[in-house]
T-cell receptor, first 113, second 110 residues
């Protein structure tokens, strides 16, 4: 299995809602990432997990809360988001955090009303 | 501020031509370099990685790296309309963070 999967594909939520994005990989990768991508912009790193531990938090607002339950799963919990948080949220994984290629999932298109 | 610079394009080439995409980076200690292709509305797809100076070929794609000039490029031979996409240059300097350029939009005319 060489895929990174993400659910849901699309999500519409109000500013008072709580929702979660899910990411899964079965490539045995030990590093997983969350990126945010706005239209016509490059992906912006949000969080890096290495061996299930949070290694990088790029000063992301606390309304975004990552969780890595095990080496194959990565969640992003969302609460009290703002309309400007609407974007494509991408999960990626790599063999190790310090090296090599990252492989991206298909993304979750998030709209905050 | 570590930066990765790309011409935003669009770069327009006729079908069958060579498309040349360029990228410069500011951090001299950068070690790993990647090219991703991203179709509109889709996620980035890794095309090539290159770690040492020189050329690396994979099918119709050739990545070129010149660390002295802090320059990396991607050549696409025999360009096809299906190659029309945004190409993202990405650089890793060490540590866990990969920095992406803003991307170059490529349009291949049939």
């Amino acid at each position: 299995d060489t895929e990174v999967t993400q659910t849901p594909k699309h999500l519409v939520m109000g500013m008072t809602n709580k929702k979660s994005l899910k990411c899964e990989q079965h490539m045995g990768h030990r590093a997983m990432y969350w990126y945010k991508q706005k239209a016509k912009k490059p992906p912006e790193l949000m969080f890096v997990y290495s061996y299930e531990k949070l290694s990088i938090n790029e000063s992301v607002p606390s309304r975004f809360s990552p969780e890595c339950p095990n080496s194959s799963l990565l969640n992003l919990h969302l609460h009290a988001l703002q309309p400007e948080d609407s974007a494509l949220y991408l999960c990626a994984s790599s063999q190790e955090a310090s090296n090599l290629e990252q492989f991206f999932g298909p993304g979750t298109r998030l709209t905050v009303l | 501020q570590k930066e990765v610079e790309q011409n935003s394009g669009p770069l327009s080439v006729p079908e069958g031509a060579i498309a040349s995409l360029n990228c410069t980076y500011s951090d001299r200690v950068s070690q790993s370099f990647f090219w991703y292709r991203q179709y509109s509305g889709k996620s980035p797809e890794l095309i090539m990685s290159i770690y040492s100076n020189g050329d690396k070929e994979d099918g119709r794609f050739t990545a070129q790296l010149n660390k002295a000039s802090q320059y990396v490029s991607l050549l696409i031979r025999d360009s096809q309309p299906s190659d029309s996409a945004t190409y993202l240059c990405a650089v890793k300097a060490g540590g866990f963070k990969t920095i992406f350029g803003a991307g170059t939009r490529l349009f291949v005319k049939a």
